[in-house]
């Protein structure tokens, strides 16, 4: 097996499946999870009986956390990145990088950082969603790899150090927060109506809507009209629907 750095922390790639509970990503909060905890209060028991990276107390950092016990991988907590991408940006290429086989581990009890990502890219169709460090996408490498942690998520290497994660299939893992509805049949046309909302709620397109620019808006309820003209009952769906009427209306008041 080999070595990768997560941050600053060398990590032993040991025989292993991925993690037993299915990636969540929790679109209203940003979140791809996947961890043995469905609440607040045993996602902090959680934290405070494992390593690794995160802390219970800044929520806002990405976590990594392994078993006190084996050092083996136990849970992920990662956060979508604010900035999207460029439009000439294709960061798809991730997928066809080298797998690496096994799971990563540490000494048990060891505590890192983890480098935060920093830009965000969403296949069109919605077959992958890609999260990268800055040096992820700034940088140029030798070799790239990709360990899979969870279903349909990897962590990514550059030249054996950890720049980011991609989720494939984000529509299948949709989910309320905490308890969710992941896995959920492919839906062609949901995949495409989420690459959509990537590329709409940008941080600076945040921002031009505070300061009065209401063309950013109006494309968020053009996709909002074709979402609920669409309407049933699947799950996914209806989380999509209602994270929008929430974004637009909470955006709404800052032009009348």
Same mark, same amino acid.
């Given at each position: 097996?080999?070595?990768?750095?997560?941050?600053?922390?060398?990590? +032993?790639?040991? =025989?292993?499946?991925?993690? %037993?509970?299915?990636? +969540?990503?929790?679109?209203?909060?940003?979140?791809?999870?996947?961890?043995?905890?469905?609440?607040?209060?045993?996602?902090?028991?959680?934290?405070?009986?494992?390593?690794?990276?995160?802390?219970?107390?800044?929520? =806002?950092?990405? /976590?990594?956390?392994?078993?006190?016990?084996?050092?083996?991988?136990?849970?992920?907590?990662?956060?979508? %990145?604010?900035?999207?991408?460029?439009?000439?940006?294709?960061?798809?290429?991730?997928?066809?990088?080298?797998?690496?086989?096994?799971? %990563?581990?540490?000494?048990?009890? @060891?505590?890192?950082?983890?480098?935060?990502? @920093?830009?965000?890219?969403?296949?069109?169709?919605?077959?992958?969603?890609?999260?990268?460090?800055?040096? &992820?996408? @700034?940088?140029?490498?030798?070799?790239?790899?990709?360990?899979?942690?969870?279903?349909? *998520?990897?962590?990514?290497?550059?030249?054996? $150090?950890?720049?980011?994660?991609?989720? /494939?299939?984000?529509? $299948?893992?949709?989910?309320?927060?905490?308890?969710?509805?992941?896995?959920? *049949?492919?839906?062609?046309?949901?995949?495409?109506?989420?690459?959509?909302?990537?590329?709409?709620?940008?941080?600076?397109?945040?921002? =031009?809507?505070?300061? &009065?620019?209401?063309?950013?808006?109006?494309?968020?309820?053009?996709? $909002? =009209?074709?979402?609920?003209?669409?309407?049933? &009952? +699947?799950?996914? $769906?209806?989380?999509?629907?209602?994270?929008?009427?929430?974004?637009?209306?909470?955006?709404?008041?800052?032009?009348?």
């Amino acid at each position: 097996m080999e070595d990768i750095l997560l941050g600053e922390m060398p990590v +032993r790639v040991v =025989a292993g499946g991925p993690l %037993p509970s299915s990636a +969540r990503l929790s679109l209203g909060d940003l979140l791809v999870i996947s961890g043995p905890y469905r609440s607040a209060d045993e996602h902090e028991r959680h934290v405070l009986e494992t390593s690794g990276a995160g802390t219970w107390i800044y929520n =806002a950092s990405d /976590e990594l956390r392994f078993s006190l016990d084996t050092g083996e991988l136990a849970s992920v907590w990662l956060r979508i %990145p604010g900035s999207v991408a460029p439009d000439s940006a294709d960061l798809g290429s991730w997928l066809t990088a080298g797998r690496v086989e096994g799971q %990563p581990a540490v000494a048990p009890g @060891s505590n890192f950082d983890l480098p935060p990502g @920093s830009v965000r890219w969403c296949e069109g169709s919605g077959s992958v969603l890609v999260c990268l460090t800055d040096e &992820g996408y @700034s940088g140029d490498a030798a070799v790239r790899s990709r360990l899979r942690i969870a279903q349909d *998520l990897n962590v990514l290497m550059a030249d054996g $150090r950890y720049v980011g994660w991609c989720l /494939e299939h984000p529509a $299948r893992h949709l989910s309320n927060s905490w308890t969710g509805h992941p896995n959920s *049949l492919e839906d062609p046309e949901l995949g495409a109506w989420l690459a959509r909302y990537f590329a709409l709620t940008d941080d600076v397109v945040f921002e =031009a809507i505070e300061d &009065g620019d209401g063309t950013p808006l109006d494309r968020l309820k053009e996709l $909002r =009209a074709d979402v609920h003209r669409e309407e049933d &009952g +699947r799950p996914s $769906r209806r989380i999509l629907r209602e994270v929008l009427d929430e974004l637009i209306d909470w955006h709404a008041p800052a032009h009348g």
